[in-house]
């Protein structure tokens, strides 16, 4: 498997380890997109679409600290946003 090249400028490429941290920020950074569309895709309230805008937020935030935690808390809001709006 070839390496890329390290986005700071250095001439040293991203070893196995870098290349999979940087694929996990890839995978939560399109849910965190896909969640966000997904949200403004929905015909709500204002005041739920305020609720739900803010834990998303929050999610958001916390995946600059812990992208596991991050990680699981979206796919936890993302399970109960079909639940609550299957019929939409």
């Not at 399109?30 to 403004?40: F, G, S, T, V």
Request: charged content about 35%; aromatic content about 4%.
């Amino acid at each position: 498997m070839a390496q890329a090249p390290a986005a700071n400028g250095d001439s040293e490429p991203f070893d196995a380890a870098e290349m999979r941290e940087l694929s996990g920020y890839a995978r939560l950074a399109q849910r965190l997109k896909e969640a966000h569309d997904a949200l403004r895709a929905m015909d709500l309230p204002a005041a739920e679409r305020a609720e739900l805008n803010r834990r998303l937020l929050v999610i958001t935030a916390a995946s600059r600290h812990d992208r596991t935690d991050a990680m699981r808390r979206l796919e936890a809001f993302l399970d109960a946003l079909v639940l609550r709006h299957k019929g939409d």
